[in-house]
C-alpha cells in the first residue's frame, strides 16, 4: 500500500513519475479515474485551494469525497500515545483512521504545526498517527513538516513554464507577516525543487533558517539530481540570475525561545523583506514570481507583484488539481 505524507515517499524518480503524469494529463478532457472510488479529506485546519481541488479530482474523474472538519461536526482528535483522554478530544486517531479506512478508498488528512517547535515539526504527530493507522492509502494535504502537493504542483508550474527545472536558478524568499507560519511549504518547496534538479537559491534574515535534518534531506536530492542549494541573509544576493521568485513567509527557527510579543516584534523588524517590483527587477529580465496563497496583500507581497503579467500564482493554484490527479491515480496503482 502506498501513501504520499512527505516527498522521501517519491524520492526524486517518483517526483518525475508525478510531474510527468501530472502534465501528461492536463488540457485533456478528464476520464473517469475514480469511478465507485471515494476519497475521505480530514480537516484539522482550514483550506480553500487543497479542499476544492481535491474534492474537483474525485468528482471530475468520476468518484466522490467525503469532506469532514474535525471539531467541526467530527469529533475532536487525539494522537498522542497513552493519552489520558479527560479533555476535549473525544476520539483517538487509533480508532477514527482504521474506521474511515473502512469507508473510503483513499484518505487525505490537513494538519498543520502546533508552532513554535520545529522538533517537534519533524516528528510530524498527527499525521504519522494517520499513516501508522490507516489500511487505505494516505495523502498529506499539508502537515507540520511539509506540504508535498503544493510542492509539485509549484515544480510543475516552473516546467510547463521553462520546459526543464534542471539547473533553472530559482530563488525562495522569506516574506514578512503579522504572525509566524509554519515552515511545511518551505520546506516542501525546497525539497521538491532540489529533486527537480533546480540551482535553488534560499533567502531569509537570520535566525529563520530551516531544520537541518530537511536542509540534509534537500541536499541528498539535490547531489541526486545535479542540482545545488545555496543560503543567504542577502535578498539581492539570492535574485541575481533567478528565473524564478518564490515568496513565502516562515516563522523564526527557535520561536519557544521567544515571547509572543518578542516575535512580533521580530517579523515587524523585517518587513523590508516584502517582495515588491523592485524586488522583482533584481532577479532575471524573464523571472516568474510563484506563491502558494493564500497572500496577505502589501504585508508579504506588493500589490504590483500580484498583479504583474509575470505572476503565476493563478496558474500555480491551478496545477494543485492536475498533480493532486497524478498522485491518486499513483496511490490507487499496484
Ligand atoms: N496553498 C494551499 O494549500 O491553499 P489552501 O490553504 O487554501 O488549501
Not at 492509502?137 to 506540504?147: D, G, I, Q, Y
Amino acid at each position: 500500500m502506498k501513501h504520499l505524507t512527505h516527498i522521501r515517499d517519491l524520492g526524486p524518480e517518483g517526483v518525475e513519475t508525478i510531474l510527468a503524469q501530472a502534465a501528461a494529463w492536463k488540457g485533456k478532457a478528464p476520464e473517469p479515474l475514480f469511478l465507485g472510488r471515494i476519497l475521505g479529506m480530514v480537516f484539522f485546519n482550514p483550506s480553500l485551494r487543497t479542499r476544492a481541488s481535491f474534492e474537483s479530482v474525485m468528482l471530475r474523474g468520476s468518484g466522490n469525497a467525503i469532506v469532514m472538519d474535525v471539531g467541526s461536526g467530527v469529533w475532536k482528535l487525539e494522537d498522542r500515545p497513552g493519552a489520558v483522554m479527560n479533555g476535549d478530544r473525544a476520539e483517538h486517531i487509533k480508532e477514527a483512521a482504521p474506521v474511515l479506512s473502512r469507508f473510503v478508498d483513499m484518505l487525505g488528512v490537513r494538519t498543520f504545526s502546533a508552532g513554535g517547535d520545529d522538533e517537534q515539526d519533524e516528528v510530524d504527530p498527527v499525521i504519522s498517527a494517520f499513516r501508522r493507522h490507516v489500511t487505505v492509502p494516505l495523502v498529506s494535504m499539508e502537515s507540520a513538516r511539509e506540504h508535498p502537493c503544493q510542492g509539485l504542483a509549484d515544480m510543475l508550474t516552473l516546467r510547463e513554464n521553462f520546459g526543464s527545472t534542471k539547473k533553472l536558478p530559482v530563488t525562495l524568499t522569506w516574506a514578512p507577516h503579522i504572525k509566524p507560519l509554519p515552515k511545511a511549504v518551505p520546506n516542501s518547496f525546497l525539497l521538491t525543487a532540489a529533486a527537480a534538479g533546480c540551482e535553488v537559491r534560499v533567502a531569509h534574515p537570520p535566525g529563520f533558517e530551516l531544520h537541518p535534518q530537511v536542509r540534509a534531506e534537500a541536499e541528498a536530492y539535490a547531489k541526486a539530481t545535479g542540482g545545488s542549494i545555496t543560503y543567504t541573509h542577502d535578498q539581492a544576493e539570492a535574485l541575481a540570475g533567478s528565473h524564478a521568485v518564490y515568496a513565502k513567509s516562515w516563522g523564526p527557527a527557535t520561536r519557544s525561545a521567544h515571547t509572543a510579543g518578542d516575535v512580533s516584534a521580530l517579523l515587524a523588524s523585517h518587513a523590508d523583506w516584502m517582495t515588491t517590483r523592485k524586488t522583482l527587477e533584481q532577479a532575471a529580465a524573464d523571472a516568474l514570481f510563484l506563491h502558494c496563497l493564500p497572500v496577505r496583500r502589501n504585508v508579504e507581497v506588493a500589490d504590483d507583484v500580484l498583479d504583474h503579467p509575470s505572476s503565476r500564482v493563478i496558474d500555480g493554484a491551478e496545477n494543485r488539481f492536475h498533480v493532486q490527479r497524478s498522485i491518486l491515480s499513483w496511490l490507487l496503482s499496484a
